[in-house]
Every structure is written in structure tokens, then in C-alpha cells.
């Protein structure tokens, strides 16, 4: 396929340059162009020169009538008014109706995010947007390194989700790490749990996916090995049901425990040393940072989660 070629004279035009021929053609006056365009009536002239030496052609004749314009110049004032015209629509700032829309937005979430938030997100998207489709799909530890090319309008993540430079980010918010067990366990009647209790008991390890590192893990220090896990899975709703029906502890940000505790038949209590909360965020890439649409989705997912967390930020 050949390259589209311009003429070196032709590559020296500007806007202002063809909106004054625009003007030229309606005016057939080089004072009242001027005036338009803001210019003086000398600075007109020279941009008639360079549009006589970019097209080749005079474009308009003096006559006692006046200034009459060409074949050629009268040929282009359709094409030059629909690229003006099309030029001006893409400065105007485009309109998205969330209502009318039919868009597929695309969603990225952690598994822990996805049971949390996405229901409550699916709600408020499909109410407020009734046609558009959203696809969700998960983002682990280190998946949005991986990807050259970002789709995604925009993902929700924790702190432990490694995030490039070439998306921006907005803290939403914050969740205590707490100490999730059954009903029934051992320790569950008890107002406290100790420490050396903590790490006689099995306990299970929800994976990001990403890498060996165990965020729960780094409060306790040199302890941390002595605390053994018996079922690893990548699903949080797995990892309560489990819980509820084993001695197996469970040490993660409380929300979604506090959401199926009644289901799960689930106790909450406080670890039995200090934790760093969890942060969590909304990412998106650069290139849907002045997206219309893509700013409605990060504005509801906004909404949403901060009413959920229990520590918004502010």
C-alpha cells in the first residue's frame, strides 16, 4: 500500500490559514477575512499568498465587482468546510449519556474486589447504564506489568498489586486485616486469641497470583514460619466456606468476611499482633485518562466502593 504523500507547500498551511480561505470565499473582501479571523488586513494578503503557492492557483481575481474567486477555489470550499467543521467537533468536548450508551467498559479486579465491590458496582453500572455490557476479569500481583497493551477502562487493587507508571492511581480507601474462624472453632468463645494459640492452628492462604510473598506474613517477623499453611487457594469465597467448615484460620481484610459471616457461619476477631491495613485503590491506564466514558466507570466504582469500605479515603 502506497504512503500518503503531501506537497512541501501544502505542509506549511494551518488552520488559520485554510479558516481564512473559508472566510475569503463567503467575504470576497480581504478587509472583512481579516476582521474575522482577527488579523490585520496585511497579514490576510500574506496568508492569500500561501494559499495561492500551496494550491497553485490565484484562487480569487480582482475585478470592478471585486474579488471573484477561481474554479479551483470554489472547489474547495466544501472539502475545506468538512474538515473544518470535523476538526472543530473533535475539540468540542465529546458527550457520553451513561443512559444511551451500548460501550463494552472493561473492569479488572482482584478475586478478594470482585465478591467486596463487583456486585454493588454490577448494580449501580447496569441501572445507571441499562445497555452498555461490562467485562470483568482478574487482575493478579504482577498482570498488569505483563500486559503490553492495556485495555482495561480500569482496575481495582490492593497495595500488594504491582501497578506500572503508565497508569494513574486514586486511593479509595482502607480494610483492617482481622482473624476469621467458624463459629464453632476452639478459639472462637475466647475474647482474645494469643499470639502462640494464633500459630497452633492451621490456617489458609488466599494467593494473588503473582509471587511467594505473603503479606499477612510480615508483622510477625521470624514468627512467620512457624505458621503453617494447610489449604491455598486464589478464591477468597472458597477460602471463608472453608474456614467455616474446618479449625483452619484465616488472616485477611474484613469486609467481605463480615458480608458472609451469617452464611459461612463465621466469627471475626483481632489478630493477635499488629497489621498493616490494606490500601486499595483505583488504577487506570493514561490513554482513557480523558475518556468520557471511562471517567463515568471510574467515578462509579469511586462511589461505590467508598461507600462500602470501611475506612474511606478522604
Known amino acids: 500500500m502506497s504512503s500518503f504523500m503531501l506537497s512541501g507547500q501544502f505542509q506549511q498551511l494551518d488552520i488559520k490559514s485554510l479558516t481564512g480561505l473559508l472566510y475569503l470565499l463567503e467575504e470576497r473582501n480581504v478587509g472583512r477575512a481579516a476582521d474575522r479571523l482577527f488579523i490585520s488586513q496585511s497579514a490576510m494578503s500574506r496568508v492569500l499568498i500561501r494559499l495561492r503557492e500551496a494550491f497553485d492557483d490565484p484562487l ?32 468540542a ?89 467458624a463459629r464453632d472453632h476452639p478459639l472462637a468463645a475466647q475474647e482474645e486469641v494469643s499470639l502462640a494459640e494464633y500459630l497452633s492452628f492451621s490456617h489458609v492462604l488466599v494467593s494473588l497470583g503473582g509471587g511467594a510473598k505473603l503479606p499477612g506474613n510480615d508483622p510477625l517477623g521470624k514468627l512467620a514460619r512457624e505458621k503453617r499453611f494447610a489449604l491455598r487457594t486464589p478464591y477468597f469465597m472458597a477460602a471463608l466456606e472453608a474456614v467455616g467448615r474446618t479449625q483452619l484460620l484465616f488472616s485477611s481484610s474484613g469486609l467481605l468476611a463480615t458480608q458472609y459471616a451469617e452464611r459461612f457461619g463465621l466469627t471475626i476477631k483481632a489478630l493477635p499482633f499488629e497489621s498493616k491495613d490494606t490500601d486499595y485503590y483505583l488504577v487506570w491506564p493514561k490513554v482513557v485518562d480523558q475518556d468520557p466514558g471511562s471517567i463515568w466507570l471510574r467515578d462509579l466504582c469511586c462511589r461505590v466502593v467508598k461507600e462500602l469500605i470501611p475506612f474511606p479515603a478522604g
Open 60 to 91: 480569487f481575481v480582482r475585478t470592478a465587482r471585486g474579488m471573484i474567486p477561481t474554479a479551483k477555489a470554489l472547489a474547495l470550499e466544501g472539502p475545506v468546510r468538512q474538515m473544518l467543521e470535523q476538526m472543530a467537533s473533535l475539540m
Open 93 to 181: 468536548a465529546p458527550q457520553f449519556v451513561p443512559y444511551q450508551s451500548d460501550r463494552t467498559f472493561r473492569l479488572q479486579t482482584t478475586h478478594y474486589q470482585a465478591q467486596a465491590y463487583g456486585p454493588s458496582i454490577a448494580e449501580c453500572f447496569y441501572r445507571e447504564a441499562p445497555n452498555a455490557s461490562l467485562d470483568t476479569s482478574t487482575v493478579t500481583e504482577t498482570s498488569l506489568l505483563d500486559e503490553s497493551d492495556q485495555i482495561c477502562d480500569v482496575a481495582l487493587c490492593s497495595s500488594f498489586i504491582q501497578v506500572p507508571n503508565h497508569f494513574e492511581r486514586q486511593l479509595l480507601g482502607r480494610e483492617k486485616y482481622v482473624l476469621i474462624m
